[in-house]
């Protein structure tokens, strides 16, 4: 019968959590609210997220899957089990975690998730809690109660996970819950007071905030000042630093020492290679990228650094193509609203809701004034999101049709003249803010669509906010200047390879930019 279901699905719960909890560990990526952003990533960050992505995809749906074992085991009847398990089944199993869950062009949401099914995994992870608490099914709670904007609430559950099993994971969570809260007081003192174990989380943490000094300071508290208790992660971290400080040669010396305990590790050999690249080495760089590039063929990261060896060595290569592949377009209003500006009035308020924080998120490229959407926008059943999602088709298909099939080219190689959407989100950037050079490592095939920008952009002399391509966000010895610049203005869709390089100058003081921008994958 039901009851004796349940217990057995109670029993299933607890090692599906910790289950859970092992592959989230093995993949030392957090897959919680906080960190489920956008899929572009920093130089030094964009490796992990290529490497472990298969990894994090597994961890994302275990937890997909746990509202439907909560549902099933907190029910009453069998119908109201199965009706429960579907809806909070569908709560979180396409979260920003997972970008490799994609939706076809003609689909302009994933899954009929919304406000009703947060509500029903509150309510279904509070009745488990009930029965005895672990931290995964208060970390659990705090993401349901993140989807509906509570975020008192999101944080005390944050905390009593934390408090419970304090791992590197519940501390980046909590870390980038208080951080994007703008609550830079308890920031500190949670980085401040971490334990030994999670000492590199720490420092990264820290380097994330842009406190760089204080950073090297406490990694040296850690690891000593010679680094003689320091790992192959805490080396990698050292190099991150060097990296951020302009310091080629002292990249190259903390990769040399990872590599050395680890010579197989991504995230070393990245830093190995920026080393060269910041050393005007791109002979080096190219030598060191060739056997990681014929093992990953797509791997957007290695296609990025690869471009900048060529810009180095002054050498022809399809990378540095970019009035080829380079693109932008006008919108065109969808239909039922009158013209693109109404559109763009719509749309700017509905996402303008979804921006609940104060401060930018930590490990991303918004810089100075800013915050981003931590859910997915394809999982909204908003009708000015669906109206979105139906105008970009036209644009997007003139995009695949107009850059070919070049074999010799990544992203011409993989065009077949169709797509399938792999995340969106949103921007929203104040006076003096910006993105500094990043790429998409989960992308194909990237965007940026201006919804809303300050009056005089386009036509700027300084061309403050202007979005510039081929430009690393770690320095060389001869200054790269932008291989193009294009000017924002409302209701303009650029459309590049997810492996170029790109950022922004500031917005002007006291203006606001919001965006909405998407990546693809062949479909």
């Not at 279904?124 to 970390?139: K, R, Y």
């Not at 197989?264 to 060191?288: P, T, W």
């Not at 924002?488 to 950022?503: I, K, Y």
Request: hydrophobic residues 45%; contains cysteine; glycine residues 8%.
């Amino acid at each position: 019968g039901l009851p004796c279901r349940a217990v057995r699905l109670r029993r299933l719960l607890a090692r599906l959590l910790l289950l859970l909890r092992r592959r989230v560990d093995e993949g030392h990526e957090e897959p919680a609210i906080a960190q489920e952003f956008s899929a572009n990533a920093n130089a030094g960050d964009h490796h992990q997220q290529h490497e472990e992505g298969h990894r994090r995809a597994g961890a994302t749906f275990l937890f997909a899957l746990l509202p439907a074992f909560a549902a099933l085991a907190s029910a009453t009847d069998t119908t109201s089990a199965v009706s429960a398990a579907a809806v909070t089944a569908s709560f979180l199993s396409t979260t920003r975690a997972n970008q490799r869950s994609a939706v076809s062009p003609a689909t302009t949401r994933v899954t009929p998730t919304d406000r009703a099914a947060a509500v029903a995994a509150v309510t279904a992870f509070e009745a488990l809690l009930a029965d005895g608490e672990t931290p995964e099914l208060h970390f659990m709670l705090g993401r349901a109660h993140q989807e509906l904007n509570a975020l008192d609430r999101a944080e005390a559950c944050f905390r009593a996970a934390y408090t419970q099993r304090p791992d590197r994971d519940s501390l980046r969570n909590l870390a980038n819950l208080y951080w994007m809260q703008g609550d830079r007081a308890r920031f500190d003192a949670l980085i401040a007071e971490a334990p030994a174990g999670l000492r590199t989380v720490a420092v990264r943490l820290m380097v994330d905030s842009g406190a760089l000094e204080a950073a090297g300071a406490a990694w040296a508290r850690a690891f000593g000042t010679q680094g003689e208790a320091a790992d192959g992660e805490a080396w990698t971290l050292k190099a991150l630093m060097a990296r951020e400080a302009g310091q080629g040669d002292a990249v190259a010396a903390a990769a040399d020492r990872a590599l050395a305990l680890n010579p197989s590790d991504a995230a070393a050999q990245d830093m190995r290679i920026v080393a060269d690249l910041m050393q005007g080495r791109g002979e080096a760089a190219l030598r060191r990228l060739a056997p990681l590039r014929e093992a990953a063929p797509e791997a957007q990261h290695w296609l990025a650094h690869e471009s900048v060896a060529h810009r180095l060595l002054e050498t022809a290569s399809p990378l540095l193509d970019v009035n080829h592949y380079v693109r932008a377009y006008d919108l065109v209003p969808p239909p039922g609203y009158a013209s693109l500006d109404a559109f763009n009035a719509a749309l700017g308020q509905k996402l303008r809701a979804l921006h609940p924080f104060s401060a930018r998120p930590l490990n991303q490229s918004l810089r100075g004034n800013g915050t981003q959407t931590t859910r997915n926008l394809l999982d909204h059943e908003d009708e000015v999101i669906r109206a979105y999602c139906a105008a970009l088709d036209a644009p997007i298909r003139s995009y695949l049709e107009e850059i070919g099939q070049d074999p010799a080219h990544p992203t011409g190689a993989r065009n077949q003249g169709t797509y399938r959407f792999s995340g969106m989100w949103s921007v929203r950037l104040t006076g003096q803010g910006y993105h500094e050079p990043h790429i998409h490592p989960a992308g194909w095939i990237s965007s940026a669509y201006y919804v809303q920008v300050p009056d005089g952009t386009d036509t700027a002399p300084d061309r403050a906010g202007w979005i510039g391509f081929g430009v690393p966000p770690y320095q060389t010895p001869q200054r790269l200047p932008p291989l193009k610049e294009i000017a924002p203005r409302p209701g303009r869709l650029v459309l590049f390879p997810s492996f170029m390089w790109h950022g922004t100058r500031p917005i002007a003081a006291g203006a606001e930019r919001m965006t909405a921008p998407f990546d693809l994958l062949p479909g």
